[in-house]
């Protein structure tokens, strides 16, 4: 039996609302099988209110999160990363710092639901939207069997989640 537990990191530019919910949704989801965080490559210190609607839906503490960078991640002393997911198409497309010990990297693009217009009800169904894709990308994840977790195994699966009609 397999007791480790992979580290998973979300980016995004801001890091006020997708990777904050794939945070909370692979902490939940995963059954202590993830240890998820979540930066952004320029925090803007806030979350997202309907972001927070979203999360508290999954019961992960709030109080836990926080719009941070990544940089807090790339130093020596930080937790060693097994996966560095980006969850929108700007950070993808950055340089990113030096992840210690090499993660498997994926992308999957999701549009950003804090910057949807129109009615506080049309945002809150964008933001639900985004939430769910989130969420099945995050029950394929978290169901994955074990031997394919380690990295060279998990390339193509993960990688495909990002491709259309993944």
Known sequence: MNDKVYNVLFLC???TAR???AEALLSTMGHGKFRAYSAGSAPTGKIHPLAVEQIKTTEYPIAQLRSKSWDEFANPDAPHMDFIITVCAD???EACPYWPGHPLTAHWTFEDPSKAGGTEEEQKKIFHKIFRDI???MHYFVNLPTHLLEKNALHDE???LGEPNA
Request: hydrophobic fraction near 45%; charge should be neutral; charged fraction near 15%.
């Open 19 to 21: 990777s904050l919910m």
């Open 13 to 15: 530019t801001s890091n």
């Open 158 to 160: 993960i990688k495909a």
């Open 135 to 137: 969420m099945a990308n």
């Open 91 to 93: 950070t993808a497309e």
